[in-house]
């Protein structure tokens, strides 16, 4: 081994302590938690749009009614409106029923997930909704932040995703 080569390990070592020491001690800044913990400010397209609707609904269609998905798996909405009109905020968490129509003998799995992937929401379907397959479906989706999620349904042999606005709730005016 050369003089040079126990030098530049000796130099190497120190630089990762000094590296590893200085990343431990790092303090979070305030800023960079607040980012972590809300979705990045980028466009949001929960239009409910015909021109994602399904070619052959499953169902009838009410006046300006759509289905959204493939296979076996449909979003329902109504052409013009917004997936995330139908966001509420209550208990500390902001929650929405969809519409889910399936024609498989099973609810699909409903997910949602940020779109910046660093928080996930939850779906509930009411025992009682067992009974209605194939049929509609109106679970209960609960997210925790604001942002723009995205909601997949996914069933036996099709899926469906919307993206859904979750927006902090506006304070009424004062009569």
Request: charged residues 15%; glycine residues 12%.
């Amino acid at each position: 081994m050369s003089r040079a080569g126990p030098g530049f390990l000796l130099i190497g070592a120190i630089t990762l302590m000094m590296a590893s020491g200085c990343a431990a001690a790092e303090t979070p800044h305030p800023a960079r938690e607040e980012q972590r913990s809300s979705a990045p400010n980028e466009p949001c397209n929960d239009l409910v749009d015909t021109r994602a609707a399904a070619p052959s609904p499953p169902g009838p269609t009410s006046s300006g009614g759509i289905y959204i998905g493939t296979g076996d798996t449909f979003f329902m909405g109504t052409q013009g409106r917004r997936w995330g009109d139908n966001v509420e905020f209550y208990a500390g968490a902001f929650h929405m029923k969809v519409g889910i129509h399936t024609l498989d003998s099973h609810p699909p799995r409903v997910s949602a997930i940020r779109s910046d992937g660093r928080a996930t929401g939850t779906a509930e379907f009411a025992h009682d909704e067992a009974q209605r397959f194939p049929g509609t479906l109106p679970p209960g989706i609960t997210f925790p932040t604001t942002g723009c999620w995205k909601v997949e349904a996914r069933g036996t042999t099709g899926f469906a995703t919307i993206e859904v606005n979750v927006q902090a709730p506006q304070p009424s005016p004062a009569s």
